[in-house]
């Protein structure tokens, strides 16, 4: 099965519906749902119960669940993110243990205010905001705090993005940004160590085939169609379920956002394309 997926459902009401309109008149059956919102009693109850729903842990921006003090390695005295995946990195590779139990305090207070909306059969799927869980340490407090809520893990994005999809793509390649190769080239690395954490905890068959950050931002439809198109000729990933991620969800100019340094970001007209390439695959591919 394919997924095609948006993440960072529920930023605002008016995110969430563009995000919405990606599957009513698109493909879109998948979402990661924002737990740090403030507006997730208004933007659960438009979800359809077909529609796949992961938790979207946050620990990048906006303003954690948890107490300061109990979080430093995370958040400023007031409480606000403010750590950057690199930091981050290295504070793992000093004090792995002590960022792991402040991860795991933060995390499972995300899922359990998302488990509030969601049915008691609910299987957790976890990914997160940035892929900060693919850092080795937080991966381990992640999945510390599912195992707390005692629910049975369905899925646990590894963003690991295979080069090989576009060897045989040269007209693809002009299109790859540097920054996006070095970018698949440190979470496929981090990843190694977050499958053999996985397989510790036999765990290694809830993730699944991934395409995503190659083309981080510009997950546009001319450069998605030939991988789909590959996927469903059955060149790739052959008998394996596999996740496209997509940003389709627009904030514009005023409405509420967790952190105003990340506002061109989350304003890009690229999501607007990605939007459009969701409703296109729709009509053109399926």
């Not at 095609?4 to 969430?16: K, L, S, T």
């Not at 008149?25 to 109850?45: K, R």
């Not at 030939?226 to 000729?233: D, Y």
Request: glycine residues 4%.
């Amino acid at each position: 099965m394919i997924y095609y997926h948006a993440d960072d459902y529920g930023v605002c009401i008016e995110q969430a519906k563009r995000i919405l309109a990606c599957r009513t008149e698109g493909c879109l059956n998948s979402v990661s749902i924002m737990p740090t919102s403030d507006y997730l009693s208004e933007t659960m109850p438009l979800l359809d119960k077909e529609c796949m729903k992961s938790i979207h842990i946050n620990i990048s921006e906006g303003k954690a669940l948890s107490e300061p003090k109990k979080i430093p390695m995370l958040v400023d005295e007031n409480g606000y993110f403010n750590r950057s995946f690199g930091k981050l990195f290295l504070v793992s590779l000093f004090a792995g243990r002590e960022l792991q139990k402040q991860v795991e305090i933060e995390v499972y207070a995300q899922i359990k205010r998302v488990l509030q909306y969601m049915p008691e059969d609910y299987k957790l799927r976890l990914d997160s905001h940035r892929h900060y869980h693919a850092i080795p340490a937080i991966f381990r407090g992640v999945c510390k705090a599912a195992e707390r809520t005692h629910r049975e893990i369905q899925y646990i994005r590894l963003p690991i993005e295979s080069f090989r999809l576009y060897l045989g793509k040269p007209s693809l390649w002009p299109r790859i940004q540097p920054l996006s190769i070095i970018k698949a080239l440190v979470l496929n690395t981090c990843c190694i160590f977050d499958k053999n954490y996985l397989k510790k905890l036999r765990l290694q068959d809830k993730t699944c085939a991934y395409i995503g950050v190659i083309f981080t931002d510009r997950m546009f439809f001319e450069n998605i169609a030939p991988l789909v198109k590959m996927i469903k000729a059955g060149k790739i990933f052959r008998n394996q379920d596999v996740e496209i991620q997509f940003h389709p969800g627009k904030v514009l100019k005023g409405e509420p956002l967790h952190k105003t340094e990340f506002a061109d970001w989350f304003s890009s007209k690229n999501r607007d394309k990605e939007a459009e390439a969701l409703k296109r695959f729709s009509k053109e591919l399926l």
